[in-house]
């Protein structure tokens, strides 16, 4: 349960900063509207850094069967996601933000910061395959169903700033490239940067949704309930089963990379999906918002399932 616990105390402290966010824009120092401009140092400056500097490792034959085999599941788990979305599409009537809330997690925020700090920085390129993986289908997959188009954008997919960050990531890893040293301090510090900055975004955002709605209208507790405690059980024994017969050192640890990616909140990116083509944006943000304050009770538990269990 050591990490279980860790990951509390982690999630806690990046809960604390949420909090920050949130008072900056309820004392009126800022709108939540600005929290546009903090998005646009997230997703253009911090996070490729992150991902490229994810890649600074030495490449052994370990560090490629970890990588394969993270990849591996993370493909897994979104084909799990994909089938149990369109079984219970029809059962539970799931609508289109519904949907790409059960599906699409805040990985690309949540799961690096967290696996630096619960498993060490060696960990954290194997983050990189959920990241790469939710990342491709959130501009195909996700955006054409929140759009209703059957046309895929491969161009949007292939320039996407963070794709074109793990295709550099991985060209300097299997050319066993190291960046000059003081290259490499900077990526470390913006490295540092990405939870404190994620979780202040997250704390603007909820900042400007009225929590008695989000609290007290029901449906928004079926779709939470399937993002944060069902799917993630079902994500827990597909690890075990994949555990079993990888056959490769360190598995678990590994698995426990992509594990958490599949259990954080629901994904930011669909409110901002949900904004841009006039779907229900405000159902959406509802939705981010309790899957972000509940995953602080959530997280840890599933967690510690995953050392009980896998």
């Given amino acids: ?20 966010g949130y008072a900056v824009v309820k004392a009126g120092l800022m709108k939540s509207s600005e929290s546009k401009s ?9 996070i490729p850094c992150v991902i490229i500097d994810a890649f600074q490792v ?4 370990d560090v490629k069967k970890g990588l394969l085999l993270a990849c591996a599941a993370a493909v897994l788990v979104h084909v799990l996601f994909l089938i149990l979305t ?12 519904e949907r ?3 599906i699409y997690s805040n990985a690309g925020i949540l799961v690096i910061p967290l696996v630096q700090d619960l498993l060490g920085k060696e960990y954290v390129i194997y983050s990189s395959a959920y990241i790469t993986v939710q990342l491709v289908l959130i501009w195909t997959h996700c955006k054409n169903m929140i759009c209703e188009e059957d046309r895929l954008e491969w161009k949007k997919v292939f320039l996407n700033v963070n794709i074109i960050s793990i295709i550099v990531g991985v060209i300097l890893f299997v050319c066993r490239i190291q960046m000059p040293s003081g290259v490499q301090d900077v990526m470390d510090m913006m490295n540092n940067m990405i939870g404190p900055i994620g979780m202040l975004l997250a704390g603007m955002v909820i900042a400007d949704v009225p929590l008695k709605i989000v609290f007290t209208k029901k449906r928004n507790y079926l779709s939470t309930v399937l993002r944060l405690i069902v799917y993630p059980i079902f994500v827990l024994i597909l690890m075990k089963l994949i555990h079993t017969f990888a056959g490769i050192n360190d598995s678990k640890q590994i698995l426990l990379t992509v594990y958490i990616a599949s259990i954080t909140p629901a994904c930011a990116t669909v409110t901002s999906m949900a ?3 006039d779907k229900d944006a405000a159902y959406a943000s509802s939705l981010y918002v309790l899957t972000t304050l509940l995953s602080i009770v959530t997280m840890p538990v599933m967690v510690g399932m995953y050392e009980m269990f896998v």
């Fill in 86 to 97: 369109t079984i219970l599409k029809q059962v539970l009537r799931l609508d289109t933000i």
């Fill in 58 to 61: 030495d490449y052994t034959p």
């Fill in 1 to 20: 349960m050591q990490i279980s616990l860790l990951l509390m105390e982690e999630i806690a402290k990046l809960f604390a900063i949420m909090l920050m």
């Fill in 100 to 102: 790409a809330t059960v």
């Fill in 38 to 46: 903090i998005s646009v140092v997230m997703v253009y400056l911090v």
């Fill in 275 to 277: 904004q841009l083509y």
